[in-house]
Nanobody, 119 residues
Framework: VQLQASGGGLVQPGGSLSVSCAAS????????VNWYRQAPGQQREFVAS???????HYADSVEGRFTISRDNTKNAVYLQMNSLKPEDTAVYYC??????????????WGQGTQVTVSS
């Protein structure tokens, strides 16, 4: 099983960006997925999560600006980021708990995607 994060880039303050996290390999079902971020010199921090049933939870710093969603047909989870601020600049990582076809439960991280908010 692999997790692939993508969609990062450079955006101006106030702009929008969407990042994706897609699972591939022997995936039977993607359960909970979390997004974290890590800015230079900072610890990795929680951003948002979505359960297998679609319940969501957000960090206070992104509540009302970010939306996490999932497409089970594509084994993918998305993070739509609006009203971006320079302090949202970080490498964004996803992690997931996955039921595999033949190896039980897998849990791990994607490789991260850079989001830079700057004018």
């Amino acid at each position: 099983v692999q997790l692939q994060a993508s969609g990062g880039g450079l955006v101006q303050p106030g702009g929008s960006l969407s990042v994706s996290c897609a699972a591939s390999g022997s995936v039977f079902r993607v359960n909970a997925v979390n997004w974290y971020r890590q800015a230079p010199g900072q610890q990795r921090e929680f951003v948002a999560s979505i359960t297998g049933g679609g319940s969501t939870h957000y960090a206070d710093s992104v509540e009302g600006r970010f939306t996490i969603s999932r497409d089970n047909t594509k084994n993918a989870v998305y993070l739509q980021m609006n009203s971006l601020k320079p302090e949202d600049t970080a490498v964004y990582y996803c992690n997931a708990v996955i039921n595999t076809h033949s190896s039980g439960i897998w849990s791990g991280w994607g490789q991260g995607t850079q989001v830079t908010v700057s004018s």
